[in-house]
């Protein structure tokens, strides 16, 4: 994705509006709530920020230590144009950016799939070394290859998840997951609809490889209101569910109080 202005120019302009990253943002500001209470002053670093779409939302409800880091200069850019101190940082060298600081709270959104499985474990390690004793990690991530589409190619993304791949690798790093769900069950049917026909349009050759288009768009207004009521409603009534194109994980530090418990129905 680093190096595609143009997607990073559609995220800045989209984020606050379309029904998916509304639902995600709000998903990351439960996931704080739950954990900090009426607490707005923790230290919360939004790794692979982007064009800083969720800071802004956090600031605009009143937290106040917000840090981001993201390897384009595009982003940083933008995150800059929003009022935002974020340093150009490449994830693959975490351990080298501010070496002494720590956070309550790290974000991490969309963004290990840019990580092969041989990057992605030094990655949660640098992660987990950043995170004070009680922290936690929010991330969330794309899942199952199903879902794979235009949106992968148009965004360089190297790879899906389910929830088993991350709990081989983050108890190693001494993180645990509190909680994880994948998103949107409801609207699974839809897309993954529309991602199998793209995907046969790609493998027939009907639609070009280096035609395809990001999911960043704004549909009709009426279509984002009703997409973002209905994971609205999903995200208030089945808070778990087994089957989704994203998995939301929080994952706790070792030094967390916190009971592990797995929730995802498999
Ligand atoms: C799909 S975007 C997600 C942005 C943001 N987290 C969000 O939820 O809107 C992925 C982000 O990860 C950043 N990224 C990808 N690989 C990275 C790396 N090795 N180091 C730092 N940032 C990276 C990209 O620049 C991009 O901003």
Not at 19 to 43: I, K, P
Not at 124 to 147: E, M, W
Not at 193 to 216: H, K, Y
């Amino acid at each position: 994705m680093i190096g595609r202005s143009e997607e990073y120019d559609k995220m800045f302009r989209l984020e606050g509006q379309l029904w998916w990253y509304r639902s995600l943002h709000e998903r990351v500001a439960t996931a704080l709530q739950h954990r900090f209470g009426r607490r707005r002053d923790m230290a919360i670093l939004d790794a692979g920020c982007g064009t800083g779409g969720l800071l802004n939302f956090l600031r605009q409800r009143g937290y106040t230590n917000l840090r981001g880091i993201d390897g384009s200069a595009d982003a940083a850019a933008f995150c800059h144009e929003r009022g935002f101190f974020v340093t150009i940082v490449n994830l693959t060298t975490l351990t080298d950016f501010e070496p002494t600081a720590q956070y309550d709270a790290i974000i991490c959104n969309d963004v290990f799939c840019y990580f092969t499985e041989t990057d992605l474990p030094p990655l949660l390690t640098s992660l987990a070394h950043r995170l004070k004793p009680d922290g936690i990690l929010v991330s969330n991530n794309n899942a199952f290859n199903i879902f794979r589409g235009e949106h992968d190619l148009a965004v360089g993304i190297v790879r899906r998840f389910v929830l088993a791949d991350f709990e081989q690798v983050l108890p190693k790093n001494g993180l645990h997951i509190q909680s994880a769900t994948y998103w949107s069950f409801i609207l699974s049917p839809l897309i993954l609809i529309m991602r199998q026909w793209q995907q046969l349009q790609l493998n027939f050759g009907w639609r070009r490889r280096e035609e395809a288009q990001s999911d960043v768009y704004l549909p009709k207004s009426w279509l984002n209101e009703t997409l973002y009521q209905l994971v609205k409603i999903e995200q208030r009534f089945l808070r778990r569910t087994p089957f989704g194109s994203s998995l939301f994980m929080i994952i706790d530090s070792l030094g967390s109080a916190g009971e592990i418990h797995t929730v995802v129905n498999k």
